[in-house]
């Protein structure tokens, strides 16, 4: 018996039109693992989900998902997995009870036995007391809540949720978490969770592996991908990008490890607390006072910073505008 739940070997997706949204990677999952994909819109998250999901085929390459294979055997694989996605087609006149009766009559439970399953998902995703309103008047951490109920029916051995907490609210978001740890955590259930969220990554998973344009451009638990960065990080911002670029020369004694961002300027130093005094004294000697000055130890987006040359966290404040009150 295999203890790897999924098993990607060089997976490449390309769409019509030469898109090439997945190109050849590479990864597994153990079971009981919580896994994050985590990358910025567009990295090729939901084409990944969708084909271990048995929804898309893979261009080429290999896949096997509890055991069997994405192409030879998906109904075997449907059995066994539960699948919360971006879009959700729910019927807004039917209540959340309502919904999961039918969704556990449509896996072959009795009436009896569906009606106890509702009952206990809703005591699960702390909805019971709004089990008999209509979804429709549900608010939208309720909804996601909902839909995280709704693909654990059938109780699942396997969990990919995409992107499930993109545009809630930090009150939302934590209580996502908290039942999405519970389903891991007391119940083994494993997960595959994508995310353009590196807090999330950085709170839940066992493991990450970071996306960027189709590729895996780093893979490690939270802690071993911080540590790849190095000590601590100093970011200072300028009024202008010449004088971060100029601070950038002033400083290159103390460090050659940086990067320079839209007139930011990171460093990557051993001793942080110890060289910021000296560092900002120098600048300001040369005239280039930093506007902003931050010292911390290095995070997830630090890291994606690192491979990828661009940051991870302002791309997805984009995509968090339309945000959902709870
Ligand atoms: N059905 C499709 N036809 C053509 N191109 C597609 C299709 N689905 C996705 N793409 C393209 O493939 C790339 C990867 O998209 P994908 O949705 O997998 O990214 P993502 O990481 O999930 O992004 P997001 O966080 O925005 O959901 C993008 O360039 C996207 O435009």
Not at 217 to 226: E, F, I, N, R, Y
Request: aromatic share 6%; with cysteine; charged share 25%.
């Amino acid at each position: 018996m295999s203890n790897q739940a999924i098993v990607v070997e060089d997976l490449v997706k390309t769409f019509k039109g030469d898109v090439k949204a997945v190109q050849g990677i590479s990864f597994e999952v153990e079971d009981g693992e919580f896994f994050a994909f985590l990358g910025p819109n567009g990295a090729g998250k939901s084409t990944t989900i969708q084909v271990l999901t048995t929804l898309l085929n893979p261009t080429s390459g290999s896949v096997t998902v509890s055991g069997f294979d994405v192409g030879k055997d998906p109904i075997s694989i449907r059995r066994e997995i539960g699948v919360a996605l971006q879009e959700t087609g729910i019927d807004p006149s039917l209540t959340g009870r309502e919904l999961l009766e039918m969704q556990a009559r449509l896996f072959g439970f009795s009436k009896h036995d569906a009606k106890n399953r509702a009952q206990e998902l809703l005591d699960l995703i702390h909805l019971a007391e709004d089990g008999d309103r209509k979804v429709g008047k549900y608010s939208g951490g309720m909804r996601r809540r909902l839909d995280l109920s709704l693909c654990l029916v059938h109780r699942p051995k396997i969990l990919f949720l995409d992107e499930p907490t993109t545009g809630l609210d930090p009150y939302n978001r934590n209580a996502i978490w908290d039942e999405i740890r519970t389903l891991n955590r007391e119940f083994g259930t494993t997960i595959f969770l994508t995310t353009q969220y590196l807090e999330e990554a950085d709170q839940l998973a066992d493991r990450i592996s970071i996306i960027n344009k189709g590729k895996i451009v780093a893979s490690g638990s939270s802690q071993q991908l911080k540590k790849t960065v190095g000590m601590d990080v100093i970011d200072l911002s300028f009024q202008q990008n010449e004088d971060a670029e100029k601070a950038k020369e002033v400083l290159s004694s103390w460090t050659k490890d940086y990067r320079l961002t839209n007139g930011e300027l990171t460093l990557y130093v051993d001793n942080g607390a110890y060289l910021l005094p000296d560092m900002v004294r120098k600048l300001d000697k040369e005239g280039i006072p930093p506007i902003s000055l931050n010292l911390a130890p290095p995070t997830l987006d630090d890291v994606f910073l690192q491979v990828t040359g661009e940051h991870l966290e302002e791309k997805a404040v984009i995509k968090q505008e339309g945000v959902v009150s709870p």
